[in-house]
């Protein structure tokens, strides 16, 4: 099996940020296993650490920018991408200033101070997602596509076309991480239209960006007056040039196709905000960070939903499990109302129960719900949610057989897939929290691995 890694030692790299024009320090420290990616400011007084995942996006304005409150770290896709293409696992990342340096606007200089600090194996399994089926976003309006297909390995296909003949269209692919990163990708440096660029100043952006930061496309005509703009604008003491080349003061490509290995690069880093390395096989068709972030969140959910199961499959031996007699003698229900056949997990300190019920044809509703297709009512899946919800409740109850837990409350419950006779529902309950005799829970059901139903539940509890 593959051990995490981190760094041997610390090492920082000083320089100024692209969209915020702050000069920074950042510094890369060892971490511990399963410690993941985590940003920290050490300009700000709260020491927060920011974990690299998609819940802390807050803003993909040209970049990614994660944050808590008003502690915020901006475009953090180049970083990320140093870290992961050396697959290094656990990083605390140490920042002087809201914003990574940029330098020439690729990863190659992160790539360097990385591997000069050194990488050590550590005591402890590497944990990848293998997306067992594909996980398809889509965004007509920008003719964007991602797509990810079952792999038992990482690579990743884009292509970009952003209809302006100056640049055309590029396609590049990545196959093995370890032989191709280094020398093929994290050289690549960001780049964008010339015409883009007063747009970019008057949103705020750029402000630390010049000629030698990325790759300007000169896409329109220009006269001398606007290339002075241009120097204004970027701070430069020359006033730029339009080269022979098609890119801004003739400034020579790395790679023949070096704004879409860009683009690769970007996604590389994106994609390490879903939590865990994966394995599968990407096609990204212009593919920008918006539309990463968006594939991203749908791949951490299955990843989350997947992880979830793993743990609570039926078959595993729990201490905390409750066959049919223990459950007569703490719910109230009988025959035919009575729907968990078996609790297989409580966790007292967890305050979560997973308990299963085996969905037959004998079921008595059966013979009125949709005669000839019968399909279980969404009613009773979260009938049965709540009984289980109740089996925890009496647990913690001093004198349980003298209460009874009455529903008061179901909000947000969705049902996604129709549960039918043969199925299996691992019904899966968490105590969010009790007050004055008011229980309320997350409520999930499962049907192979896959989310039929779930719900917030409220119950009540009164005397018998």
């Not at 293998?130 to 690579?155: C, G, H, M, Q």
């Not at 590389?268 to 939590?275: E, M, Q, R, W």
Request: charged share 25%; aromatic share 8%.
């Amino acid at each position: 099996m593959e051990k995490q890694r981190t760094l041997k030692k610390s090492i920082n790299l000083t320089g100024i940020g692209l969209h915020t024009g702050n000069h920074s320090t950042i510094t890369f420290h060892p971490a511990t296993p399963n410690f993941g990616y985590r940003f920290i400011r050490s300009d700000v007084p709260e020491k927060i650490e920011i974990p690299a995942l998609v819940d802390y996006v807050v803003d993909l304005s040209r970049g990614t920018t994660l944050g808590i409150g008003d502690v915020k770290v901006h475009t953090v896709e180049h970083v990320l991408a140093a870290l992961a293409g050396l697959k290094i696992d656990n990083c605390l990342i140490e920042l002087s200033a809201n914003e990574p340096p940029v330098f020439d606007g690729s990863s190659k200089k992160y790539v360097e101070a990385l591997l000069e600090a050194g990488i050590e194996e550590q005591d402890a399994e590497r944990e990848y997602f293998y997306i067992d089926e594909t996980i398809d976003y889509k965004n007509e309006e920008k003719f964007v596509e991602i797509v990810a297909l079952p792999l038992n390995d990482y690579r990743i296909t884009v292509m970009i076309d952003y209809f302006n003949p100056a640049l055309g269209s590029q396609h590049t692919g990545l196959f093995d991480m370890e032989k191709e990163f280094i020398d093929e990708f994290a050289p690549a440096r960001t780049f964008c239209f010339l015409n883009e660029v007063e747009m970019l100043h008057q949103a705020g952006l750029i402000k630390g960006g010049n000629v030698d930061s990325a790759l300007v496309i000169v896409d329109k005509e220009v006269n001398s007056a606007d290339l002075d703009n241009i120097a204004r604008m970027l701070n430069l003491t020359e006033t730029p040039f339009v080269g022979q080349n098609g890119y801004l003061n003739n400034k020579q490509l790395r790679f023949k196709n070096e704004p879409a290995r860009h683009k690769l690069l970007d996604m590389i880093g994106d994609l390490t905000l879903i939590g865990v390395p994966i394995k599968a096989q990407i096609l990204a068709a212009r593919p920008g960070h918006a539309a990463n972030y968006e594939f991203s969140k749908l791949v951490r959910k299955s990843y989350l939903e997947k992880k979830k199961l793993n743990k609570i499959k039926p078959n595993r031996k729990s201490q905390t499990s409750l066959n049919i007699d223990s459950i007569l003698d703490i719910l109230p229900h009988r025959y035919p109302f009575l729907l968990v056949d078996k609790v297989i997990e409580y966790d007292k300190n967890d305050d979560r129960i997973i308990a299963l019920k085996n969905v037959t044809m004998n079921e008595e509703f059966f013979l009125g719900h949709f005669p000839g297709k019968p399909v279980m009512p969404g009613v009773l899946i979260l009938e049965a949610l709540a009984q289980t919800g109740g089996i925890l409740i009496f647990h913690k109850l001093e004198n349980p057989k003298k209460k009874l837990a009455y529903f008061s409350s179901i909000n947000n419950a969705k049902f996604r897939k129709p549960v039918v006779p043969g199925d299996q529902l691992v019904l899966d309950l968490k105590l969010i929290k009790s007050k004055f005799g008011i229980y309320y829970f997350n409520a999930t059901a499962w049907v192979d691995q896959q989310v039929v139903a779930e719900a917030e539940l409220q119950a009540a509890v009164v005397d018998r």
